[in-house]
């Protein structure tokens, strides 16, 4: 930790100068990736004509899902380079600006740019996004009371960012041409990273250092392997872009869905019986697998936000305001919106039900953010019937679900993040809050190949899915809500070790 990085005095808000370089820095980052995010699978599945990619919904879903999972997973390498390799102020610069490379490649109107645009917006994704949430947890002492409140300010930000990308990138996007607003996406991660390199002495030294650098040796060896898998990398993107090999996206989504969920149990049970943890420890491994059940099945459904509904909101909503038609991808800005309005009451609600000796357990509050998700796919069902019948839809069917996601999504992620930090076993903190990333991963790449199934040809079997994905979700949110009762005593169950909070190289939107 910096020995200046706890600086006092008005600074933003009361907190370190440092806060406000990361809360903007941040923010710019997320209006770039959102607004691009936004755009993904309605360029794909835009027309010729439409300046689009004509691609199937199947293979656009298939590519969006592992776009997202590989942005969640290369967080992993991403906190790794900068603890024994570069530290966390320059691997933060390094990422934003391969992230405004990779818009700026996006915004190149071509289908192969595309795809090197993607991979390198996944890959300084992976850099920038866990180490600038921890660097945020560097700026404070760690008894600082202000450390909280420091973190509430940085979510606004990742919030008021989302907003700004939806609303510029997606009227750019759709209203002008979806290339430009890939280039809207770059010019806001320029912006980030203007304002970042002229306030980084606000910084001090925080993360300047690796935490844990490799001998010179050593980091040499390190810097051949990554560039080895850069260039492997770049061979295999250039061999399907001249149609030498041909990559199957959604047999490529499989097959990785399967790795990752492989790695997934393989690591959990290689922590879990090699380890040597005690009985107490273990039980609470359990208590945490039930979270991590439960956190992969909600990202599968919560990031249909993307993909399918996003085709819904284009294709079946009428967003006819008067005589302005509302981009489809502003649909998705009220999830925003729903957070920075409910976040605080969501906040005085575990508050108060302490206050009252009422403490759910982590299984049962993740069951319960489970199944409030999965119930807006409930409302969709009802809105997928009237798409059936040829009609479009109001806006408020979409505006409903994504209103109840959100709850759910207050309800789990700030939890699961909690979860893993107190049931962890101490000494495996860090590489449990790796493990449980692998769920972002696998939720998101499920959510693309579930996404494909919405065939716009037969709009009669939309009805059906959203009921049965809701109806299954819904089931194993009440299997692990059941479960959960006998996981609060696990929870507790504990002999005298001591569990404390590690800090967390990555989150979600929430964290």
Known sequence: MSSNAHQNGGGFFGHPKGLSTLFFTEMWERMSYYGMRALLVLFMTASLQEEGLAFTVAAATAIYGLYTGAVYFLGLP???????????????????????????????????????????????????????????GHLYQPNDVRRDSGYALYYMGINIGSILGYAICGYFGENVGWHWGFGAAAVGMAIGLIQYRRTIGNLGDASLAPENPLAPEKAKLAWRIIGAIAVVVAVITGLAMTGTITINPTAMAQYVAVAFTLTFLAYFAFIYFGGKLSASEKKKMWALFLVCVASTFFWSGFEQAGSSLNLFGRDYTDRLIGSFEMPASWLQSFNSLFIITLSPFFAALWINLGKRMITPSYGLKCAIGLIIMASGFLVMFFAAQYAAEGLKVAPYWLITTYFLHTVGELCLSPVALSAVSKLSPRRFAGQMMGVFVLTYSIGNIFSGLLAGHFDPNNVSEMPSLYLQISLFTIGIGIILALISLKSKYWEENDTGESQQAAPSRTDTKTA
Not at 88 to 93: L, V
Not at 109 to 132: D, H, M, R
């Open 78 to 136: 991403g906190g790794w380079i900068a603890d024994r390799l570069l530290g966390g102020q320059r691997t933060i610069w390094y990422g934003g600006i391969i992230i405004m490379c990779g818009h700026i490649v996006l915004a190149i109107p071509t289908e192969g740019s595309f795809f090197i645009g993607l991979i390198l917006v996944a890959s300084g994704t992976g850099l920038l996004k866990p180490n600038i949430s921890a660097l945020v």
